[in-house]
Nanobody, 115 residues
Framework: QVQLVESGGGLVQPGGSLRLSCAASRTIFTFDALAWYRQAPGKQREWVATIATSGRINYADSVKGRFTISRDNAKNTMYLQMNGLKPEDTAVYYC?????????WGQGTQVTVSA
């Protein structure tokens, strides 16, 4: 069973920055891809960014140029650096790992952007 644990969420003012972390219970290099999703109150969960084992990276248009996804294979950890945060970025952020057609999810970490 794979466990994913997010951390790094919190309250930040508009324009501020946060770095989220997602620690995996097994070697992340074995996953096909790692991703971040988010879910705002009353909305469906939406995709934010993906980093594949190949290193290929993709971002949702809403975060492109502001967020950076990365991973540290030695630490079995994925990151999401979020800069220029906006109130509309407020959501619970989830990390996702895909392996062999199966998805694994973390428990989520709350990010609130407010003055």
């Amino acid at each position: 069973q794979v466990q994913l644990v997010e951390s790094g969420g919190g309250l930040v003012q508009p324009g501020g920055s946060l770095r989220l972390s997602c620690a995996a219970s097994r070697t992340i290099f074995t996953f096909d891809a790692l991703a971040w999703y988010r879910q705002a109150p009353g909305k469906q969960r939406e995709w934010v960014a993906t980093i594949a084992t190949s290193g290929r990276i993709n971002y949702a248009d809403s975060v492109k140029g502001r967020f950076t996804i990365s991973r540290d294979n030695a630490k079995n950890t994925m990151y999401l650096q979020m800069n220029g945060l906006k109130p509309e970025d407020t959501a619970v952020y989830y990390c996702n790992a895909r392996s062999g057609g199966r998805d694994y999810w973390g428990q989520g970490t709350q990010v609130t952007v407010s003055a």
